[in-house]
């Protein structure tokens, strides 16, 4: 069975400040995918990034950055000096691997509020 | 691009009726659809898979002939929550996975919509 786990519900941080999303998951695929999704308080699910289960290399992409270590299973997420519009659900969620229905399965989500 | 809608955004109804949700992807074609439900302050979590022209796969535990799914074109996939009551009261997503040509590596990545906040009162 697939499973996410993401063990911080609550963050609050200072506008500025860096922050971290951890995120552990289970998997018996030896192919798959992790994304992170946001979700801003009215509703929509915004993508944010994806990364292959063969490709372990890490990657910035303007504020945001993750962490993939495939040997402790942890995917995290961080984002660089954090802004009041990145205050949200942050979802960490793996995918089943191409060619089946892809499959999400969602971790229970991280409260992310930034604050002046 | 990659824009799933999702209409409508907000809807009461009595209990017993039943309430339609529609989910469409504007600017490409979805083999695949999803729908998820989610409680407030709670995780997604899927309740079926909709494929074109074809009967939508449902998670266990989910009611089939409650949670009726067409998913009748490419870029069109509807929810129809029968007979409702208060306990269907929820935050239904729709989402949708873009269709690739045989051959080419799947982006495989889920556009969601906004989402529908479903009352029954």
């Known amino acids: 069975a697939q499973k996410v786990t993401q063990a911080q519900t609550e963050i609050s941080v200072v506008e500025k400040e860096d922050v971290t999303l951890d995120c552990v998951y289970e998997t018996r695929d030896t192919t798959y995918y992790l994304f992170w999704y946001k979700q801003p308080p009215s509703g929509e699910l915004v993508f944010l990034i994806r990364r292959n289960s063969f490709d372990e290399q890490n990657e910035i992409s303007g504020r945001y950055s993750w962490n993939f270590q495939k040997s402790t299973s942890s995917f995290n997420f961080t984002i660089t000096a954090s802004q009041v519009v990145d205050s949200a659900v942050y979802f960490c969620?793996?995918?089943?691997?191409?060619?089946?229905?892809?499959?999400?399965?969602f971790g229970t989500g991280t409260r992310l509020q930034v604050t002046l | 691009g990659a824009v799933v809608s999702q209409h409508p955004s907000w809807v009461i109804c009595k209990s017993g009726t039943s309430v339609k949700i529609e989910c469409r992807s504007l600017?490409?074609?979805?083999?695949?659809m999803f729908w998820y439900r989610q409680f407030p302050k709670q995780s997604l979590m899927l309740m079926a898979t909709?494929?074109?022209?074809?009967?939508?796969?449902?998670e266990q535990g989910v009611e089939k002939d409650k949670f009726l799914i067409n998913h009748a074109s490419l870029t069109l996939s509807t929810l129809t929550v029968t007979s409702a009551h208060p306990e269907d009261s929820s935050f239904y997503i729709c989402s949708a996975r873009e269709h690739r040509p045989t051959g080419i590596l799947a982006k495989n990545i889920q556009y969601f919509g906004a989402g529908t906040r479903l009352s029954v009162l």
């Open positions: 600017d490409f074609q979805a083999t695949t």
């Open positions: 969620v793996l995918g089943q691997r191409a060619g089946t229905a892809s499959k999400l399965t």
């Open positions: 909709s494929n074109e022209g074809s009967k939508a796969t449902y």
